[in-house]
Nanobody, 128 residues
Framework: QVQLVESGGGLVQAGGSLRLSCAGS????????MGWFRQAPGKEREFVSA????????YYADSVKGRFTISRDNARNTGYLQMNSLKPEDSAVYYC?????????????????????WGQGTQVTVSS
């Protein structure tokens, strides 16, 4: 079984940066991909970015492309989301998730229903 714990959220001004971490434990070798999603109050949880654990291929939502960078450290079973040029509309609870199913295309990593394990979330608030 895989467990995930996010950290690194906080309050930042518009234009600032934050780096989120997602520490995995348990049978992390069974995960094919790690994704980041976010959920703002009153809105559905939406895809942000994802990365394949073995080959490092990445996929981003259009809204964060060029501003956010996803990465992973396989040795530490930890994934990261570097968020730059933050905007107030980026404010949300950010969740990391593990996809335990074989991933055939980067675009497939954007499908929320694929993910089997979720962290508890970390709050990101961007002030204007």
């Amino acid at each position: 079984q895989v467990q995930l714990v996010e950290s690194g959220g906080g309050l930042v001004q518009a234009g600032g940066s934050l780096r989120l971490s997602c520490a995995g434990s348990g049978r992390t070798s069974s995960a094919y991909a790690m994704g980041w999603f976010r959920q703002a109050p009153g809105k559905e949880r939406e895809f942000v970015s994802a990365i394949m654990w073995k080959n490092g291929r990445t996929y981003y939502a259009d809204s964060v492309k060029g501003r956010f960078t996803i990465s992973r450290d396989n040795a530490r079973n930890t994934g990261y989301l570097q968020m730059n040029s933050l905007k107030p509309e980026d404010s949300a609870v950010y969740y990391c998730a593990a996809d335990l199913n074989p991933v055939l295309t980067p675009q497939a990593m954007g499908i929320k229903a694929r993910y089997d394990v979720w962290g508890q979330g970390t709050q990101v608030t961007v002030s204007s």
